[in-house]
């Protein structure tokens, strides 16, 4: 099942609800930028994602070329929050692939928590 998702905006935030099971690279990448977008269009400097119900299927090679694709694209997002399912294995690498490449994302297993860190100074 590809992924499906909804955006709503609330003043500067981008609130994305996504689920399904990313099936591809090619996939995920679309997803990504489609979030990117939204944010621009809408001058969003903070994005929330719940991702709870999507499954994470990419192997480490591909969740590399990701973080370092959507990094390389998102430079003007202040902010990204993704909450995703406890103990994904790969939510803390793909992480530090991105925040190694200077995009502010974070990945949180509680929404109260990155709804917190989102509203940091």
């Known amino acids: 099942m590809a992924i499906s998702y909804t955006f709503q905006r609330v003043k500067d935030l981008l609130r994305v609800k996504a689920c399904g099971a990313d099936d ?23 994005v929330l994602c719940d991702e709870r119900e999507l499954v994470y299927r990419l192997g480490v090679v591909d969740t590399y070329k990701l973080g370092v694709t959507l990094a390389e694209v998102a430079p003007s997002i202040a902010r990204v929050a993704i909450v995703c399912a406890p103990q994904d294995p790969q939510a803390g690498f793909f992480e530090t692939v991105v925040r190694n490449r200077g995009l502010e994302l974070r990945m949180f297993e509680q929404m109260e928590e990155a709804k917190a860190w989102l509203t940091e100074p």
Do not use: M, P, V
């Not at 990448?29 to 400097?45: F, T």
């Open 24 to 46: 591809s690279l090619e996939d995920t990448l679309s997803y990504g930028r489609a979030i990117i977008q939204e944010a621009i269009k809408h001058n969003c400097q903070r």
